[in-house]
């Protein structure tokens, strides 16, 4: 893959009616979205990175390994005890059954914070910070497209529940009663409504797709198991799995790519068909540290050139690299103010970020109050 030139910075500024247009005018045409583990964190910080290495560390801990085992764990203890992150620590795993005991207890820990609030958002006791934007821009879509793409690396399932309790249709593929396989055609079916049309005195039936979400949730989730050799779902068993039932989770490191593979036709096919159909992005809280996705974002928003938006708390490494190859990417993110807080406004291609102080634009609950109005 050639290398993207670095943007050129120019000295014009961003007015804030030129910024508050471009958002509105983004959210008219369709995007597809990415949502990473901020949207998740925004409701409870033990979805995050962070909170999941602290319970490995522990649970880890507590099992007996084997010599080889124990080896590769110590390696992983180290790098995380020098700086690195949960991602990289991992890539000293290469033990099979010990990459199958991270992803179960990280499975089970996810599964647990995610017990918390799955009946709340399906009741709409609680909100999930993303709901209303998601509505929002379901609504509005199309007639003759009404499937919003989403990508999720996020095992948990707070998308799913909030859906329901919204009552947001959605489809991630798969069909059946209390455990599932996936069959995508079958399920788009299932999103179907039929309505009687008369015309010059005589009546037909049309049949219409109803506007929803299709969810691709690229590194499994806590209701997807591997049953009687192949991959299936079950929310009946995501909370607590029965004995011997395998999770599909790939965890973070590089074993992840190779478990991919394994499962690639059901969990990336249909997301990756997306992505070359889509010209517009909507990133929320997203980091940008996956290195398949970051091969299609590079070609899409670098090579081709299209337009996305990046919605999220904290600037990193990789995403100002992003945006200084980017030639249509704009990103929301969080200013720190010794005064109090507020919202920077960047764009590609410009030096100087707009500074919006008292917003907190880069949450995403707040950004679709104060751009989308709902």
Request: net charge negative.
């Amino acid at each position: 893959m050639s290398i993207a030139p670095l943007v050129q910075l120019n000295t014009e500024t961003i007015s804030r009616e030129v910024a508050l247009d471009w958002l509105r005018g983004f959210f008219r045409e369709k995007s597809l979205l990415l949502i990473g583990s901020g949207v998740s964190c925004a409701l409870d910080l033990r979805f995050g990175m962070s909170a999941l290495r602290d319970a490995l560390l522990e649970s880890i801990a507590r099992v007996n390994l084997t010599l080889q085992q124990s080896r590769e764990w110590s390696a992983v203890v180290e790098a995380l005890n020098k700086g690195d992150d949960l991602e990289n620590s991992l890539n000293c795993v290469s033990d099979d059954d010990l990459i199958d005991l991270i992803a179960e207890h990280t499975g089970n820990f996810v599964a647990s914070v995610d017990s918390e609030y799955g009946y709340s958002l399906a009741t709409e006791s609680r909100a999930w910070p993303a709901t209303r934007l998601l509505k929002r821009i379901v609504e509005g879509l199309p007639e003759g497209d009404p499937a919003l793409h989403i990508i999720t690396p996020n095992y948990d399932t707070l998308l799913e529940h909030s859906c329901c309790g919204s009552g947001i249709p959605f489809t991630n593929g798969f069909t059946g009663n209390i455990v599932r396989t996936i069959d995508w055609p079958a399920a788009q079916l299932a999103l179907g409504h039929t309505s009687r049309i008369v015309r010059r005195g005589h009546s037909s039936t049309v049949f219409h797709t109803k506007k929803h979400i299709c969810l691709h949730k690229m590194h499994g989730s806590l209701s997807y198991f591997f049953c009687n050799n192949q991959l299936v779902e079950s929310y009946a068993w995501m909370w607590n799995p029965p004995a011997g039932i395998k999770r599909v989770i790939i965890t973070p490191g590089m074993a992840k790519y190779e478990l991919l593979q394994r499962f690639r036709r059901e969990l990336q096919s249909r997301a990756d068909v997306a992505i070359e159909n889509e010209n517009q992005f909507l990133f929320l809280g997203y980091g940008f540290n996956d290195k398949h996705l970051e091969e299609y974002i590079s070609r899409k928003l670098v090579q081709q050139g299209c337009k996305g938006l990046i919605i999220t708390r904290d600037r990193n490494e990789r995403i100002t690299s992003l945006m200084s190859k980017a030639r249509q990417l704009w990103l929301v993110s969080k200013a720190d103010l010794e005064c109090g807080y507020g919202t920077l406004i960047s764009r590609s291609g410009v030096a100087d970020p707009l500074l919006i102080p008292g917003k907190n634009l880069w949450n995403v609950e707040e950004f679709t109050t104060e751009i989308i109005g709902a």
